[in-house]
């Protein structure tokens, strides 16, 4: 555990193993700035220089990981959280908990814990939403995280079954009113749904699935990105019930994970758990499915299920 400034914010506490690092700010947020082999690149994206203004003020993104509370609505979702973070260190454990003040516009109460597991380096992301209104409301955390532009996002299909073997549908594929299928930088295979982030293509692509195999990926610069997280049957899920999106508009481009609506009471809160890993030198052949699962299946199975 060491004191940085990251970003040029002063404030920040890195997390490492020796071998994989990550970084969070207690100066905004609850935000997760940086997560990467030590020395190397970012596997999060970087984009300081972004905001949006909207009538609760200005909110930057400032890449890597947030914490939000779908579903998701304008202005309510994008409050500003530019405040100073109350948190408490774990040094012992490389954990950190960040809390953010009570977002005085919606009531919500946002809590991150994170903490580097010293033999894998994997990151355990621990999301809490909290309601400190005088009346209930319906939400769910909702773990959106900026990769670092130009590389792809894998979302696992759902195992196949033949027509005969089985009748009933597997799952839903949810699309936005802007999702084009046709645009290039989709891929959708019998094994995988991928998408790229591309420079070039400004117009935003995005699409939500209910991801039972409770994993998604982002592979870039031969370097394998990959969040656990779980899918509950029978739950209410947001967005007609995805548990797993992919959004991109350029460079930019999220890998996001949710969890179910709940009715929380006021006090009440819920929790949704991500862990993250990373692997290198990953070589990926994207437009072959068989040479790509030869590639990323024997790295899943090194994950743990959260």
């Known amino acids: 555990m060491q004191k ?3 970003l ?3 404030n920040c506490y890195r997390l490492s193993n020796g071998q994989v690092e990550a970084v969070v700010t207690t ?9 990467g082999f030590v020395g190397g690149e970012n596997a999060l994206g970087e984009v300081p220089e ?7 003020g200005e909110w930057k993104p400032w890449g890597g990981h947030r914490l939000w509370a779908a579903p998701e609505a304008m202005p309510r979702s994008y409050a500003p959280d530019n405040s100073p973070l109350e948190y408490d260190l774990e040094g012992d454990r490389a954990a950190i908990n960040l809390r953010q003040p009570v977002e005085a516009e919606t009531g919500i109460e946002k809590e991150l814990h994170v903490r580097l597991e010293e033999q894998t380096g994997s990151l355990l992301v621990r999301h809490k939403i909290t309601n400190r209104n005088l009346w209930g409301i319906v939400a769910a955390p909702w773990a959106l995280t900026i990769m670092h532009g130009g590389g792809l996002a894998i979302l696992p299909q759902e195992p196949y079954r033949s027509h005969s073997d089985y009748l009933l549908p597997a799952r839903p594929l949810v699309m936005w009113h802007y999702t084009d299928l046709s645009d290039p930088r989709w891929r959708i295979g019998k094994r995988y749904v991928c998408l790229r982030s591309d420079p070039e293509r400004r117009e935003p692509q995005k699409i939500g699935i209910a991801n039972k195999q409770g994993w998604a990926a982002y592979h870039r610069a031969q370097m394998l990105f990959v969040k656990r997280f779980s899918y509950e049957d029978g739950a209410t ?8 999106e992919v959004f991109t508009a350029g460079s930019f ?3 996001e994970s949710l969890a179910p609506l709940r009715h929380l009471e006021p006090g009440e809160s819920v929790e949704h758990s991500e862990r993250w890993y990373l692997f290198g030198e990953v070589e990926l052949e994207a437009d072959e499915e068989s040479a790509l699962e030869a590639s990323i299946s024997p790295l899943i199975e090194q994950t743990i299920a959260v």
């Open 4 to 6: 940085i400034s990251y």
């Open 8 to 10: 040029g914010l002063p």
């Open 27 to 35: 100066d905004v947020g609850p935000r997760i700035l940086r997560y």
């Open 50 to 56: 972004l905001s949006q203004t909207t009538t609760l």
């Open 237 to 244: 899920y947001p967005d007609y019930g995805c548990n797993n």
């Open 253 to 255: 481009i999220e890998v």
